[in-house]
């Protein structure tokens, strides 16, 4: 249908963006992120600076840039660790069945029974702040989800045919689940990782706003809507920016995972 | 229509000059058909030919970028020219349609009560308590009044055939005059097709109900309907009245004809003493059952009670059995896939059993397997050559890239593909071709043993006549012996040599094919072959 190839192009320009954004600061931005200059503090938008300066004379729009960097390699990573521990343990769980599969199971529903942010918060709080830590805590939260949806997919194709197919051959288990099971989760796989990125782009910016994300001078959108909180009043402009960026991130990354999930319809 | 007209009776289904394309291509080209009351037509051909396109046509039913030209008449009231909530009141209430997967008609969330009156809640407006006394009464007229409140029965607990009676049920439970059936009986083993069969000729006889029964299987067809519309690239290239079925004229018809006849196997003589390949010795596989209380656990169900047979070098072995027999877990032990609780399997004398290893790796290219659904056995994302090369996984040492392209492109020529079929993707194939694609790997290795587990039984009648044939002359060619597991007798009739009768987990009978289906011992193989379909018995 059109409305997909729509959903999925948006999603998809929206997000590179957002990830060209990361990559070029990593080179360049307009000014130094971190360099102070109070004379031209709280400055509204304008030629010199296109989304102005913050209380500290510093301009909003390399923060934003900077902050990419740092929101996009966290909630990256965090996905990295989910899918590198989280697949094998689903795909192991579904290949080998009875008493692992119980165990794997029972272990993703301890982690699930904590709530998310409040995970992450504990996590950096005993580890100490910061951006390593934020990814181990969020990676952690993303292995039960990997692991269940991978596990839900690999039982699915465990049914068909072609996996008998391959045992008659002489294959084991394992050996099926990464030559069979596997490649056919892709795009499932691939739709998943997308939203966990997103979820991780808010949990970041969670972590951050209470300070226990990356400390300063490495900017990140969460700190930036804290410290605006107070100056709303003076410069409203300095919460819309982060926010904004938050917001757009996500959305791209949602209308991608859609688009993705409406692509990958089954051909048989 | 015109014949329905020189007959008198008011046609109550009239189909004129009906044209379907979809996206340019047409699917149904200058279709005319007529059905009256109590009349009951069958709807031949191949797949593909359009029959279940016609069908569907009908109650309007099509994807939405059909275009339909010409007209179905149903009583008088042109259906091509209604709107579809006009439709939508005719649906259920004047036309029934029941379709062939009986596993998927259900929806497996509701109680079959509650689903057999939704068609009655859709078209009426009765009280809650009239309602489920209409669903009741559906359900009793099907058949099903036996079981213990009926109403309230999920579809998992039922059967395929207990399911398609549900589907039964709901298509008829507000006496339409015209009832729909594509291809109802063809998921159903044979003694639940029976009934099915005689469900449905006491509704058309009883309530002046129209039937169109749309199917493959000319003896089904032959025995039930009073005149056959053969159908060839969606076009209607003969018809007549049922008796006259033999002195069909057109190509096609013929051809259906001659592919639906499947001779009994001539028996070969034995040169020489036959050697043993495959002996199965008191296989027993039972499955655990749930403990329900916290007392002793209830005994395990039987699979498979101490079960043996013997294959000898260059025999096929037939096995029949209805779904739920245990034909599939016999397989399984085998196949030495799962452990079996008792007994032994021996492969060309050695002990076949799923133990690790090299050695049980190595036995495994002597005995190869070929499934059911040729589109569920192979993995979308491989190539032909890696599917069919799959297999050399049990050989010592992995052979090399020419020496698989070698073994492949024999496998291929062997089974009437070319080499540069390796290339593609299996689902460029149709589902005949997947077949031989799904031979060729059970050739790979060159076994001396091939397990089929109802093969043909996903394949339309030509198609099925092509593939034993196949089958037969790569087992004189290649001396295979075969162990060909189907619920189909006609089909093992003409293929088998010995036949083992399997019921409930045990086998009832066994012996020279010729002997069990010429006189049967046990009262299960005549009851089988009584309820067997035969070309040519009349209505």
């Keep these: 249908m059109k409305a997909h190839g729509l959903t999925l192009a948006a999603g998809a320009a929206i997000t590179a963006l957002f990830l060209a954004m990361a990559v070029v600061a990593a080179f360049w931005t307009p000014y130094d992120p971190g360099a102070l200059s109070i004379i031209e503090k709280l400055e509204a938008p304008s030629a010199h600076h296109w989304f102005g300066t913050d209380q500290f004379g510093r301009d909003v729009l390399s923060m934003i840039m900077a902050g990419a960097r740092n929101t996009v390699g966290v909630a990256l990573l965090s996905v990295v660790i989910g899918f590198c521990a989280g697949v094998p343990l689903g795909l192991l769980a579904a290949a080998l069945s009875g008493v692992p599969d119980e165990l794997i ?41 990997f692991a269940r949806v991978t596990r839900a997919g690999a039982l699915t194709l465990w049914t068909r045919e072609y996996t008998l197919a391959a045992r008659v051959a002489g294959k084991g288990r394992l050996r099926i689940s990464f030559e069979h099971v596997l490649p056919n989760l892709a ?3 691939l739709v998943q990782a997308t939203i966990q990125f997103s979820l991780g782009v808010i949990a970041e910016a969670g972590l951050s706003y209470v300070g226990l994300g990356a400390q300063p001078p490495i900017p ?19 919460a819309v920016f982060p926010g904004l960026a938050v917001v757009l991130l996500v959305l791209g990354l949602s209308l991608l995972g859609d688009g993705l999930r409406g692509r990958g319809a089954p051909r048989r | 229509m015109r014949q329905a007209a020189e007959r008198g009776g008011a046609p109550l289904l009239a189909i004129d000059s009906l044209c379907v394309s979809i996206r340019g291509t047409r699917i149904l080209n200058d279709v005319s058909l007529g059905v009256a009351a109590g009349e009951i037509l069958g709807l031949v051909g191949g797949s593909g030919s359009g029959k279940s396109m016609t069908a569907l046509a009908v109650m309007r039913l099509l994807p939405e970028d059909a275009e339909l030209s010409g007209s ?86 039922l ?7 549900v589907a039964i049920a709901i298509a008829t439970v507000l006496s339409p005059s015209l009832l729909i059936a594509d291809e109802p009986t063809t998921a159903l083993d044979v003694v639940a097709q029976g009934q099915v069969l005689d469900l449905l000729r006491e509704f058309a006889r009883e309530r002046g109900m129209g039937l169109v029964f749309v199917s493959h299987d000319l003896a089904v067809v032959s025995q039930l309907t009073d005149r056959i519309a053969v159908m060839q690239h969606g076009a209607i290239v003969e018809e007549m009245p049922t008796r006259e079925l033999f002195q069909a004229r057109h190509p096609y018809t013929r051809s259906l004809l001659a592919a639906a006849r499947l001779p009994a196997k001539r028996t070969r003589a034995n040169a020489g ?65 799962e452990p079996p609780q008792a007994g032994e399997v021996r492969l060309l004398g050695a002990e076949f059993s799923p ?74 194939f149709s589902g005949g071709e997947r077949q031989r694609i799904a031979i060729a790997r059970a050739l790979v290795l060159e076994p001396a043993v091939i397990a089929f587990d109802e093969a043909v039984s996903a394949l339309d009648v ?45 086998i009832v009978e066994y012996g020279a094919a010729a002997r069990v289906f010429g006189s049967p011992q046990h009262e299960y193989t005549k009851l089988l072959l009584a309820a067997t379909p035969k070309l040519g018995g009349a209505a």
């Design chain 2, 462 to 506: 030509l198609v099925r006549a092509q593939i034993l044939e196949l089958l037969a002359d790569l087992a004189q060619r290649l001396r295979l012996a075969y162990l060909f597991v189907s619920h189909d007798l006609d089909v093992v009739r003409s293929i088998a040599d010995t036949v083992y009768v399997m019921r409930q987990g045990r």
């Design chain 1, 105 to 145: 199971m029972r272990g993703n529903d301890v982690v699930f029974a904590f709530p998310a942010l409040l995970l992450a918060i504990l996590i950096t709080a005993v580890l100490g702040p910061g951006a390593v830590n934020a990814i181990v805590a969020i990676g952690i939260f993303n292995i039960p989800v």
């Design chain 2, 355 to 428: 133990a690790a290893g090299a050695a049980s790796r190595r036995q495994r290219r002597s005995i190869q397997l070929v499934m059911q659904d040729p589109y569920a056995s192979f993995d979308p994302r491989w190539r032909v050559e890696r599917l069919i090369a799959e297999p050399c996984y049990a050989l010592d040492s992995p052979p090399s890239g020419a020496e698989i392209r070698r073994r492949v492109a024999a496998a291929l020529e062997q089974v009437g593909l070319t080499a540069a079929d390796a290339r593609r993707l299996p689902r460029e």
């Design chain 1, 220 to 238: 990140s959108w969460g700190r930036m809507l804290n410290e605006a909180q107070s100056l709303t009043v003076l410069a409203p402009s300095l």
């Design chain 1, 187 to 189: 795009s499932l796989l």
């Design chain 2, 159 to 165: 059967s395929g055939g207990q399911r398609q009676r």
């Design chain 2, 273 to 337: 003493a036959p050697v043993t390949v495959l002996d199965v010795r008191e296989i027993v596989r039972e499955y655990p059952r749930r403990r329900r209380s916290f007392r002793k656990r209830p005994p395990p169900l039987r699979a498979v009670d101490r079960v043996s047979l013997t294959v000898h070098a260059g025999e096929t072995v037939g096995l029949v059995g209805e779904s739920g027999s245990g034909k599939s877990s016999l397989l399984h032990a085998i196949l030495a896939l």
């Design chain 2, 72 to 157: 179905v008449h149903l009583e008088d009231r042109a259906l091509t020219a209604m709107s579809e909530k006009e439709l939508e009141a005719v649906r259920g209430r004047k036309i029934g349609i029941v379709f062939q997967e009986p596993m998927t008609a259900l929806n497996p969330l509701m109680r079959i009560g509650d689903q057999v009156a939704e068609t009655v809640r859709l078209h009426r407006s009765t009280s809650p308590r009239e309602t489920m006394a209409l669903a009741q009464q559906a359900l009793d007229r099907v058949g099903l009044g036996g079981i213990v409140d009926s109403l309230n029965r999920y579809p998992h607990e």
